[in-house]
């Protein structure tokens, strides 16, 4: 089992940078299939990138393809999306999800995931 906790979303300007965390507790952290996903008000949550078990290339949604890097560091349990030029449509609640027995091709379906952190919310203005 894993606990996940999310920080790093406050409110940022249109075009502006923000780095998001995502603390893991537990054992074998290497072996989750990691991802972020994001959950704007009315909308459903939706992939926006995230890792296959031991593969250390990011996969990412095409809205943020280019802006968004994903990033994880197993001796700290951590894993980070650093985003930037960001705009007023990425407003929203990221949230960490991990599951250690995901089948790869599930790695976009937000309801493949046992494990969630808490979420964060990051409000881009225009």
């Known amino acids: 089992q894993v606990q996940l906790v999310e920080s790093g979303g406050q409110w940022v300007p249109a075009g502006g940078s923000l780095g998001l965390s995502c603390q893991a507790s537990?054992?074998?952290?290497?072996?989750?299939?990691v991802a972020w996903f994001r959950q704007a008000p009315g909308s459903e949550r939706e992939f926006v990138a995230g890792?296959?078990?031991?593969?250390?290339?990011?996969i990412y949604a095409n809205s943020v393809k280019g802006r968004f890097t994903m990033s994880r560091d197993n001796a700290k349990n951590t894993v980070y999306l650093q985003m930037t030029n960001l705009k007023p449509d990425d407003t929203a609640v990221y949230y960490c999800?991990?599951?250690?027995?995901?089948?790869?091709?599930?790695?976009?379906?937000?309801?493949?995931?046992?494990?969630w952190g808490q979420g964060t919310q990051v409000t881009v203005s225009s």
């Open positions: 999800a991990a599951d250690q027995n995901l089948i790869t091709s599930y790695l976009r379906l937000a309801s493949e995931y046992d494990y």
């Open positions: 890792f296959k078990r031991f593969n250390s290339n990011p």
């Open positions: 537990g054992r074998a952290f290497n072996t989750y299939t």
